[in-house]
């Protein structure tokens, strides 16, 4: 293992990219790849939408490295970057995770619940090579090539063409998965943990917490492997998997947390949600339902400020604005209220900087941001580990693209869990907000062929509570 400084005195690179055979799906790829080292996949939006799938990196990050510092830990291009088979898209780069915990590093925050499960507060892997399939379909290898590196590159290139061309079969689909539990136990202390927040906030200490619970699951499954069976009944708009030793992530997420090109920075914090069954309303109507709630819309107007302060941090006076009016988007069982912060980063700002002003993502801690971590730490029953953290990739040719991990599975060692939860404010009712933290779960339920299993609210939960 290799921290990302070492990446800095790496031979200048030129990228590749190369058109493949085969017209398979992000699915039938992945678990192609899920027998090798370190697989992992994106899928949905990512790069203006397709997939970029990879395993067998060069270089991993250690457990103490500085996750933010390795970001910025990139090679530089060739002054003469025109490869074969025209310009790439991403080439390569860090992939992985940043998990919840990490914000420890950037302010003083207790310790926090017990963690039942431990997984690494980040992994972050170098790739310099990537399988994309770009938004018509069309399979590419790209990789950020030095000469050093092209032999392997070619021998690579080779495999993954066979890979593609479905040469080889590919590993067996996951195995059933038993529901999703959510215990009697974690059921009545969220909704204690929700009344505790209202109390809080009508005393002052804050504005808004994002308050989630864990619902339990077992598998024997790889994190790829459910995610290639997810996709069969889900299209998330920032679908990521990553299948590490240590633990691994399937995330359905909906939400953009980060995408900076070259300067430009924007951020899509999504706060308001809407049951979404079959037969409900179009956008407008949804949006209107969603804006005529005055506890969505405060969720909402809340976050998307919190998001403006963290990105004028780092971002050129009068450059950050927001769109005046939230859209309505559709995702799985549920709309959800989306506005986008954009904002120009000054110059000399990286994308360390970058994530060190603004993580972890506002819409799932609450404002003011650091006193809503340190309710956060008081209320919640258990720990959170890479949820609510974030997922992508940093890249020399694509830049910093990261989700926001909700409606992430996490699994280690046959434990699977899956967080859910929402945003509290001073009108909240705790058992609205347990219904809510469980629509939010059931989508991933069905996208593993599964459901969710809850209790009947526990009525002593609700002593004292309007």
């Not at 530089?76 to 074969?84: E, Q």
């Not at 069954?277 to 949804?286: D, E, F, R, Y």
């Not at 909700?406 to 939860?421: K, N, S």
Request: one cysteine or more; glycine letters at 10%.
């Amino acid at each position: 293992m290799i921290t990302g400084r070492n990446l800095h005195t790496a031979t200048e690179v030129t990228p590749w990219r190369v058109a493949l055979d085969g017209r398979a799906d992000a699915a039938t790829v992945l678990r192609r790849l899920s027998g090798e080292r370190l697989p992992f996949a994106l899928t949905g939006r990512w790069t203006g939408g397709g997939a970029i799938l990879g395993s067998e990196p060069l270089a991993v990050a250690g457990p103490h490295a500085d996750p933010f510092a390795t970001l910025d830990a990139l090679p530089a291009l060739a002054p003469d970057s025109a490869g074969p088979g025209g310009p790439a898209i991403v080439g390569g780069g860090w992939f992985g995770w940043l998990g919840y915990r990490l914000g420890a590093r950037i302010e003083r925050l207790p310790a926090g619940p017990p963690r039942p499960v431990v997984m690494p507060e980040h992994h972050l892997a170098y790739y310099d090579h990537v399988l994309r399939r770009d938004p018509d379909g069309r399979w590419w290898f790209e990789a950020l090539a030095t000469p050093r590196r092209e032999p392997e590159l070619r021998a690579r290139l080779a495999h993954l063409r066979a890979v593609v061309a479905g040469r080889g079969e590919p590993h067996a689909p996951a195995t059933p998965v038993p529901p999703l539990t959510l215990a009697p136990a974690a059921a009545a202390h969220h909704l204690d943990a929700v009344a505790d927040g209202v109390r809080r906030i009508a005393a002052g200490e804050i504005f808004q917490a994002n308050l989630c619970l864990s619902l339990r699951s077992e598998t024997t499954a790889s994190a790829t492997e459910l995610y290639a069976a997810a996709l069969a009944r889900a299209d998330p708009a920032y679908g990521a998997a990553f299948a590490t030793p240590a633990g691994g992530v399937a995330s359905l997420s909906p939400e953009l947390f980060l995408r900076r090109r070259g300067r430009d920075v924007v951020s899509a914090p999504i706060k308001g949600t809407l049951p979404r069954p079959p037969g409900a309303p179009a956008a407008a109507a949804a949006l209107a339902r969603l804006r005529a709630s005055a506890k969505d819309a405060a969720e909402h107007v809340m976050i998307v400020d919190l998001m403006r302060n963290d990105l004028g941090r780092v971002c050129t006076y009068g450059s950050v604005h927001a769109t005046p009016v939230p859209e309505a988007e559709a995702h799985p069982g549920l709309w959800h209220l989306v506005s986008r912060v954009q904002g120009r980063l000054r110059p000399g700002v990286g994308d360390g900087e970058l994530l060190r002003a603004t993580f972890p993502p506002g819409s799932v801690t609450g404002a003011p941001k650091v006193q809503a971590m340190h309710v956060i730490a008081a209320l919640e029953a258990t720990a959170r580990e890479v949820y609510t953290g974030a997922i992508g990739y940093a890249s020399p040719l694509a830049g910093l693209e990261l989700n926001v991990a909700i409606r992430t599975l996490e699994l280690h060692d046959g434990a699977m869990w899956l967080g859910a939860g929402g945003g509290i404010v001073a009108d909240s009712d705790p058992r609205a907000e347990l219904e809510e933290a469980l629509a939010k779960a059931r989508p991933v339920a069905a996208a593993l062929g599964t459901t969710v299993v809850a209790p009947p609210v526990p009525a002593r939960a609700l002593a004292g509570v309007r």
